[in-house]
């Protein structure tokens, strides 16, 4: 029985992994600064409320009026949706990752959210020292709130900081690419003139494109080069 898909509504992008994501999975979507994480958990979720589906989206980095209004030129008007309480942009303080997984919880139940994005996982485990007694415990907590976010039944973008020092590192302890089912990778190249692409590491159950794929930021947001698959 073929998976039940949600589209991003990425130009170019649905078409790679066969008509979108799987219903009710975790996506990590990690990379560095600049390749355009947050404008792609935004677009996300502002089309999915063209569909009529509710989305709330977690930021423990940026203030939501910056946010807000870095998506504004894209002509997201993300206001009426959060009045009728279809959308909610929550910022949270990542001092205890168990406390933002509660708030999580509350926020896409009072929303009655299908779609969910978490901004960032990177954050919500800073802080913590390196000691190998409390990164196990870290690490535990992660696990928690990527499994609860499962429980919900809603279908998520955890994006993932990925410093620009870093060699084949995609997240902080290396196993959130293991339990999300999905991950893509955002990059951001300066040799030879300024360029963004993708590539999708991996999707469970998807038969996904496995090639790097050139995209841009467009005025409407991403949108991915046509491209063989």
């Not at 926020?107 to 802080?127: C, H, P, Q, Y």
């Not at 390196?130 to 976010?149: I, V």
Request: avoid cysteine; charged fraction near 25%; glycine fraction near 10%.
């Amino acid at each position: 029985m073929p998976e039940e898909r949600v589209e991003t509504g990425v130009p170019g992008f649905d078409k790679l992994i066969e008509g979108g994501l799987v219903k009710g999975s975790i996506n990590l979507v990690a990379g560095n600064a600049g390749t355009g994480k947050t404008i792609l958990g935004m677009q996300y979720i502002w089309n999915g409320l063209q569909k009529g589906e509710n989305g709330v989206y977690v930021t423990l980095e940026q203030r939501p009026d910056d946010i807000l209004r870095d998506v504004a030129r894209f002509g997201w008007d993300f206001s009426k949706y959060a009045a009728a309480g279809r959308f909610r942009l929550e910022s949270m303080i990542a001092s205890d990752i168990s406390s933002v997984t509660t708030r999580i919880v509350e926020s896409v139940k009072k929303t009655n959210a299908t779609r969910f994005a978490l901004d960032s996982l990177t954050i919500a485990t800073m802080g913590w020292k390196e000691r190998p007694e409390e990164s196990f415990q870290l690490r535990s907590k992660a696990f928690d709130m990527l499994n609860t976010l499962k429980s919900l039944g809603v279908t998520s973008m955890i994006i993932s900081e990925v410093p620009r020092s870093a060699k084949d590192e995609i997240s902080k302890f290396g196993f959130e690419e293991f339990v999300a089912d999905s991950v893509i990778l955002l990059n951001y190249m300066t040799v030879g003139g300024a360029s963004r692409n993708l590539q999708i590491l991996k999707m469970r159950r998807t038969d996904h494109g496995k090639k790097i794929y050139p995209f841009e930021i467009t005025e409407n947001g991403l949108m991915v080069r046509s491209l063989s698959v």
